[in-house]
């Protein structure tokens, strides 16, 4: 996707760990549609390395900044801003579910 730049590595135990760089300003919550509630259906645990990255969920939305840990449970869509680079922990069987929607809708819109 343009504005974003991932590496995904699964890890034994059940957990994928991202390094995620974004590029480019961008709210995904139209790709995440087909999902329950048309959210992100897994936990994520991070850490925001430089930059800041944002969670809208029904509750209202959180931005993480710079130096800043998170833990983000299922039910949410993120807000990319660009030059932020994090490191992200998700449970691997819930984050390829809802991957499997996300590219079939980016797919369908590009």
Same mark, same amino acid.
């Given at each position: 996707? %343009?504005?974003?730049?991932?590496?995904?590595?699964?890890?034994?135990?059940?957990?994928?760990?991202? /390094?995620?760089?974004?590029?480019?300003?961008?709210?995904?919550?139209?790709? /995440?549609? #087909?999902?329950?509630?048309?959210?992100? +259906?897994?936990?994520?645990?991070?850490?925001?390395?430089? #930059?800041?990255?944002? /969670?809208?969920?029904?509750?209202?939305?959180?931005?993480?900044?710079?130096?800043?840990?998170?833990?983000?449970?299922?039910?949410?869509?993120?807000?990319?801003?660009?030059?932020? %680079?994090?490191?992200?922990?998700?449970?691997? %069987?819930?984050? +390829? +579910?809802?991957?499997?929607?996300?590219?079939?809708?980016?797919?369908?819109?590009?």
């Amino acid at each position: 996707m %343009e504005g974003y730049e991932g590496h995904l590595e699964r890890l034994e135990g059940g957990y994928t760990v991202a /390094f995620e760089k974004y590029t480019a300003d961008a709210d995904l919550a139209e790709f /995440f549609k #087909g999902l329950p509630d048309d959210q992100c +259906q897994a936990a994520h645990w991070g850490y925001v390395l430089t #930059g800041k990255v944002t /969670f809208k969920t029904a509750a209202g939305e959180e931005t993480f900044e710079t130096g800043d840990a998170y833990y983000v449970p299922p039910g949410h869509t993120p807000v990319l801003y660009a030059g932020t %680079e994090v490191i992200e922990f998700s449970p691997t %069987e819930q984050l +390829q +579910q809802t991957l499997d929607v996300v590219t079939k809708n980016m797919e369908t819109a590009g």
